[in-house]
């Protein structure tokens, strides 16, 4: 049964592209915030009968030698090669796939279905796009976006795969794609979140932006303005305050509230809340990203589940502060809290020990510099890269592969293709229109 002839799916639609006449088609339903998914590479005809389609593309895309990755990571030659291959991407990002290598172990021998995606709870609500406001948030275009950039930028082959996406804060343990999970949630396959392409609404721009702002923020300031850019910030690591600096909306949540009694009237703390909407608020309290990169500590409190601003704070050469965290994100297991290769420290969830936690960081400014600069080497300058998320979503494309069926694109009862070209969608914006 096709996803428009289901009684439990609302809407259907796909993702199309072309590159070097190889064609990437994706399949998706989206239903509050639930999407499956076809991508579509056509090494056979998709009717099962002889076909003239090879898929082997006529000529593929070499990266100059110049810019190509050679075995050893180069942040300045690397970061925005969107084009390594799966060996290239293992060896310039050990560690980076342990998420999903352990989603494939927890269905190694429990093969998913295509029924098992269909049982997915779908609850109307503001993300059915089908509704008269014709309106998806832009966490979910993101999120697609970047995925379709993985997809278009593969110099190898990418397998059909069929899956489903979500993206509310918390969803219970089940074989579908999320932003975060708890320990306990091992059904769940993790994704880069939408951040790492855009978050417009609260006015953090892009991830590229994020990223080359906090790296000028740490820039001496030169003596002329030039190249176009404007002057760096300055704030080198001995310029930096030595205070924990945070800024946010507590939304009535404990872990919030108990961070803000614990640093209210500290003088190693500059801890402020944000009340959104609120004009003295927004022109008072509000730091922008970068503007986080001019103190040496800076705190990370979980929100409702994960708390997506974490990337954006290991941007800066400061130290990440944080308590033990309930939600793991997809690149999580790479954070170290001891050890020579730290590059962030961990706290009590109840703060009971920030006091004494602020006091040794004061104390001892070279440890805390050697854990400021162990954060950037790994996050900044390698795994929060453009190349490290596309390397890393075209893992996640080969892991489900190998624990999931075969798709199919073509719905032969109604004889029609299953869903909207993503261009399309992307434009338009609704599944269904009249031609002019």
Known sequence: MGFRDHPGVGIAHSCASVLQRHYILCVAVVVTCCLAIIHFYPSKDPWGTSSKWTGTPPYTYTVPNEYRFNGTWDFRRDMKNNHMDNVQCQEAFPGLFDEVDRAIEDRRDRTITFDELESIPRINGYLYIVATKGKIYSREFATLHSLHRAILTSPDPLPNIEFTFISDDRIGSQATWTYARRAEDTALWLIPDFGFWAWPETKVGSYGEVHLKAQLAETEKPKSWEGGLPPGGGWTWDRKYDKLVWRGATMDLEVR????????????????????????????????????????????VEGNSYSGRLKYLQNCRSVIVAHKLDWIQHYQPLMRPSGSDQNYVQVQRDFSDLESTMNMLLTTPNHAKTIADNSVATFRERYLTPAAETCYWRRLIRGWKEVTFEPQFWNQSTEQWRGVPWESFALERRLEWEPY
Do not use: N, P, Q
């Open 257 to 300: 509230e108990k961070f803000i009694s614990v640093t209210l009237d500290k003088d190693w703390a500059d801890v402020r809340t944000v009340t959104w909407h609120d004009e003295g608020s927004m022109r008072d309290d509000l730091l922008s990203m970068d503007g986080h990169c001019a103190y040496k500590f800076v705190g990370h």
